[in-house]
């Protein structure tokens, strides 16, 4: 509702919105609290030879044994509970800016944050968002609207907090005040993914039971 009624509002806008779900502890809505209870995510053993090649942090974690897999069912089932009421809610978004005739005048960016491990590299559900696997920093990013044409999905490289900033600039025709806002615009990466194919993103990060590089 409140995301209406700004929508409502004088435009030019930007509206950014974000619901929490999904994320632990889980709380779906009535309607879909036994949704989706036969659904059951992929089982990924790590053999004991696969996780000596791991570093430590992850080499000494325990295998996954059946009552780790049962969490890791309920906590996949509950994302999907709560992802329903998140696609009813970008449902009711889109249907409003049809009906105020503004729908092809507007840019759609739907993305995420990070994912989490479910039992991927021995590591068990929420809480596992952080670390250099594909499972946490690959997400969706889907986007629609001028300057984007309907066509194959694209194969190449975002960080979606910068190249979300770039867009909005590109949109909107401003410059970046700060370097670390300065991305790269899906509308350039689309254009010409070809060149972009080969980037790379650096993803750093050093906490408390994780061994990294020191100099010296």
Known sequence: EEARAFIDGPGPWFCYLAPQH?????APHPRDLHAW????CRQVPVPASDAAQKPPWIRDLN??????WSLIQQGFRGR??????????????????????????TVIVFTSDNGV??????????GTKAGPY????????????PGFEPGPSIDVPVYPMQDLTATVLDIAGGEAGL????GISPRALAADPVSHR???LLHEGGWEGVESPRDG
């Open 117 to 126: 491990h479910q039992g991927e590299q021995r590591r068990r559900g929420d």
């Open 80 to 105: 999907l509970r709560e992802l329903s009421a998140v696609d009813r809610l970008v449902g009711a978004i889109v249907e409003h800016l049809r009906a105020r005739q503004v729908l092809d005048d």
């Open 37 to 40: 209870s036969d659904a059951r």
């Open 198 to 200: 080969e980037g790379v």
């Open 22 to 26: 999904p994320h632990a502890p889980f």
């Open 179 to 182: 370097p670390r806002q300065a």
């Open 134 to 145: 594909d499972v946490g920093l690959r997400v969706p990013m889907l986007v629609r609207g």
């Open 63 to 68: 295998p996954i044994g059946e009552s780790d």
